[in-house]
């Protein structure tokens, strides 16, 4: 199925992947969340649908309107990999420069 975002009561966003295509006829929408709990979601209208998740190979993507999916999750999850995990304080986006604040000295300047 396709990998989605779900709202999380601690996280904000949980990735999880549907268990079933979506149906303009059905009210809700089964899917598995990555802690492996089934959820439903109830689908009034398609703003209720949740987001596309970015394919593997764009995530930690130094500028983030190469996404193919540039929404609020994404844009936190992209930004979570590269301050957390490849320590990249740096991201653009088109022209503008994201930085995060890491509140620590980081070796990327050299010594002065």
């Given at each position: ?9 601690d996280k ?35 703003s209720d ?15 983030l309107t ?47």
């Amino acid at each position: 199925g396709a990998k989605v975002w779900i709202p999380h009561a601690d996280k904000v966003w949980e990735g999880a992947e549907l268990l079933e295509d979506y149906s303009p006829n059905k009210p809700t929408l089964e899917l598995v969340s990555e802690s492996n709990e089934r959820k439903t979601l109830n689908i009034k209208s398609e703003s209720d649908l949740p987001f596309l998740r970015n394919p593997p190979i764009l995530i930690g993507e130094n500028d983030l309107t190469a996404l193919s999916y540039l929404h609020e999750p994404a844009v936190l999850h992209n930004l979570y990999v590269r301050f957390c995990q490849l320590k990249d304080i740096y991201t653009y986006c088109g022209i503008v420069l994201v930085a995060i604040n890491p509140y620590d000295d980081l070796p990327i300047y050299g010594e002065w």
